[in-house]
């Protein structure tokens, strides 16, 4: 059982998935919604170790089991960020366990998906070398230890865009790039930081469009600034 000082979690956790979920499942209800979170801190609580927080991992079925998963996963990350993940490919490891390794946990076959609304960068036969690629990087920013707010939220402009602008996956690669910070913002000892889902913010949308672009600089500047909010 997580013992009491972890209660002090509950906050953020419950706040980072609202932050990534809100307007997503219009049909659900906020109050429905918020039942889920607040089970699935429930279960969370009860967990002893990252071994017990995987097994609470289901495979999706609808909106429920969605929440309930990003809920567990953020918590594995967040209270186990050296144990939570166990590959070489955290990027894809972080996507199978959000989507309880189900046939959505896969990599894009096709040019076009229906969550972005523009030619897709990244060629199909190019995928496996740029995620290849980008593991790596991320693998070398999590053994890193960015003393300033603008290097670590330079790092993490270039996770989120990168994420998108590979789009390795057919399903979830927004959710992937928001855990995936979450993952480095506790390896580097830093709190956890609510990031909106694009559809929401008008600033972030802009920001992220610049560095899908190659120009990250705007996208850094905004986190930038939302660390020293959250501070």
Not at 21 to 31: C, H, L, P, R, S
Not at 147 to 162: K, N, Q, R, T
């Amino acid at each position: 059982m997580i013992r009491s000082g972890r209660d002090s979690w509950r906050a953020p956790l419950v706040g980072i998935v609202r932050a990534a979920i809100e307007g997503k499942y219009g049909a659900f209800g906020a109050d429905r919604r918020e039942q889920v979170l607040e089970d699935a801190w429930a279960d969370i609580s009860l967990a002893a170790s990252a071994d017990d927080l995987r097994r609470l991992i289901r495979v999706p079925d609808g909106a429920e089991d969605d929440i309930h998963n990003q809920m567990v996963v953020l918590a594995l990350l967040a209270l186990h960020p050296r144990e939570a993940l166990t590959t070489s490919t955290p990027v894809r490891e972080v996507h199978r366990l959000v989507h309880g390794v189900s046939d959505r946990a896969t990599r894009r076959y096709s040019p076009a998906v229906e969550d972005f609304d523009a030619p897709l960068p990244t060629a199909l036969d190019e995928l496996p070398q740029r995620m290849d690629e980008f593991e790596r990087g991320v693998l070398v920013m999590a053994r890193a230890t960015p003393s300033e707010d603008a290097g670590a939220a330079w790092m993490l402009a270039h996770v989120l865009s990168g994420v998108i602008r590979i789009h390795y996956f057919e399903d979830g690669n927004g959710r992937t790039a928001r855990l995936v910070c979450q993952y480095l913002l506790r390896c580097w000892g830093r709190p956890l930081l609510p990031i909106p889902k694009v559809r929401n913010d008008p600033a972030w949308k802009a920001a992220l469009s610049s560095a899908m672009e190659g120009n990250i600089a705007l996208l850094a500047c905004e986190i930038e600034a939302r660390m020293g909010r959250a501070s």
